[in-house]
């Protein structure tokens, strides 16, 4: 019990002396969860790497809490055991490279999914330069998925979907975004400041590896069946797909924001030009219920353009995105002074407007007025009132967003 205590290792012990120049080239680190059934597989398959192609290395099995005697059999193969109290896949394999000591890491399961036999093309991409070397399963990326080895959904609808994102959004040069067995060097690590704590880890590294402008090489690799029997796969396909979905267009506010309030804002003004005028096409009149349709949409769109300037600004300021001269453009040409004038111009036009119909009202003694004459009036004043204020609250706020970042 004693020998136990003493091998395992916690996080918070791990110091920057272990990362001195007497560290190993490689650090091969297994995220692991009740993996008794496969995790001395996986082991056993690492060490021979090692050892067949001569490479310093060490293993490192991030434990997440295991009960069935993972650590003890992890340590008996001569494994480094890190515990990891934080529960999920991100929090496990950020506890294991942290504790790791070599200059590159392969991350890959300890399910025996990933052939650690493999991972010869891994270490020489890493050797060439490349700062994230990411394997592809995935037929049309070069590799290969043995029978049983994927479910249906995730390997025709999941892993492609999210795949074709990642390179369309983010420009990632990857067939097969969501493969856990990848390697990357300690200092794009360090320098990517991952924050995700489930299985949006994967996704995060390629993403921000992306965005920053790493260089990213991908190789082929075999997904073989789940080899463990007593209990299943940790991903649940729904629960963890809605969760990367999620994360996706966070971290992408063109697609969150941008593109759905430009399209709701046009589709407003066109409104406003059909019906102002009282136009009927193909028998159908456009009058002033239309306008209150077409105010919505206007200000729906605005809001949602003004949303995608903040999360860009607070993520650019968090260190979540790189810094984009387009941001930096937007903050020199609409500063608060700008924003504040345009802001006064909207409201003098709509209160201008509101004020005419209060006119109208005040001529017809306030009695009943003419309706489709007078909303013509009050419905765009509303609106035009309503974004003024909006742009002075947005015009402070997007200072403040504005000032740090500097």
């Given at each position: 019990m004693y020998k136990y205590e003493k091998k395992v290792e916690k996080?918070?012990?791990?110091?920057?002396?272990?990362?001195?120049?007497?560290?190993?080239?490689?650090?091969?680190?297994?995220?692991?969860?009740?993996?008794?059934?496969?995790i001395g597989t996986c082991i056993q398959k690492a060490q021979t790497f090692l050892n067949q192609h001569h490479v310093a290395g060490e293993i490192v099995v991030a434990d997440n809490g295991s009960t069935d005697g993972s650590q003890e059999?992890?340590?008996?193969?001569?494994?480094?055991?890190?515990?990891?109290?934080?529960?999920?896949?991100?929090?496990?394999?950020?506890?294991?490279?942290?504790?790791?000591?070599?200059?590159?890491i392969i991350m890959g399961d300890a399910d025996d999914s990933y052939d650690f036999l493999d991972l010869k093309r891994f270490i020489e991409k890493l050797r060439e330069g490349n700062d994230l070397v990411v394997g592809c399963r995935l037929p049309w990326g070069g590799g290969t998925i043995k029978p049983g080895a994927m479910k249906f959904l995730h390997r025709w609808w999941g892993n492609p979907m999210f795949t074709v994102m990642a390179r369309r959004w983010f420009g990632a040069p990857i067939h097969d975004v969501n493969c856990g067995l990848r390697g990357f060097s300690r200092v794009l690590f360090d320098r990517l400041n991952l924050r995700c704590t489930g299985m949006e880890f994967a996704n995060e590294m390629i993403i921000k590896s992306s965005l920053y402008g790493e260089r990213i090489a991908e190789v082929p690799v075999t997904?073989?069946?789940?080899?463990?029997?007593?209990?299943?796969?940790?991903?649940?396909?729904?629960?963890?797909?809605?969760?990367?979905?999620?994360?996706?267009?966070?971290?992408?506010?063109?697609?969150?924001?941008?593109?759905?309030?430009?399209?709701?804002?046009?589709?407003?003004?066109?409104?406003?030009?059909?019906?102002?005028?009282?136009?009927?096409?193909?028998?159908?009149?456009?009058?002033?219920?239309?306008?209150?349709?077409?105010?919505?949409?206007?200000?729906?769109?605005?809001?949602?353009?003004?949303?995608?300037?903040?999360?860009?600004?607070?993520?650019?300021?968090?260190?979540?995105m790189p810094e984009d001269p387009r941001l930096a453009k937007f903050f020199q040409v609409m500063n608060l002074e700008r924003g504040l004038v345009l802001a006064g111009v909207g409201m003098f036009v709509g209160v201008g407007l509101l004020l005419a119909a209060v006119w109208q009202w005040w001529?017809?003694?306030?009695?009943?007025?003419?309706?489709?004459?007078?909303?013509?009036?009050?419905?765009?004043?509303?609106?035009?009132?309503?974004?003024?204020?909006?742009?002075?609250?947005?015009?402070?706020?997007?200072?403040?967003?504005?000032?740090?970042?500097?």
């Open positions: 996080l918070s012990a791990v110091t920057e002396v272990e990362k001195l120049p007497s560290a190993p080239e490689l650090s091969i680190v297994m995220p692991c969860l009740n993996e008794a059934e496969t059999i992890a340590m008996l193969m001569g494994a480094r055991v890190v515990r990891v109290e934080a529960r999920g896949y991100g929090n496990a394999l950020m506890g294991g490279i942290t504790a790791s000591r070599g200059r590159y997904l073989h069946q789940d080899g463990r029997t007593a209990h299943p796969p940790h991903l649940r396909t729904f629960r963890d797909g809605w969760r990367t979905l999620r994360f996706y267009l966070m971290y992408s506010p063109k697609w969150l924001f941008v593109i759905p309030g430009i399209a709701l804002a046009l589709l407003g003004v066109l409104g406003y030009a059909i019906a102002m005028p009282g136009l009927t096409i193909r028998g159908v009149t456009f009058d002033v219920h239309t306008l209150l349709f077409a105010s919505l949409a206007v200000l729906c769109g605005y809001q949602s353009v003004t949303f995608a300037i903040f999360s860009k600004a607070f993520a650019v300021s968090q260190g979540l001529q017809a003694e306030f009695g009943p007025l003419d309706y489709e004459r007078t909303m013509r009036l009050v419905i765009p004043g509303s609106m035009l009132t309503a974004l003024g204020f909006q742009t002075v609250l947005s015009s402070f706020f997007a200072s403040i967003l504005g000032m740090r970042r500097k």
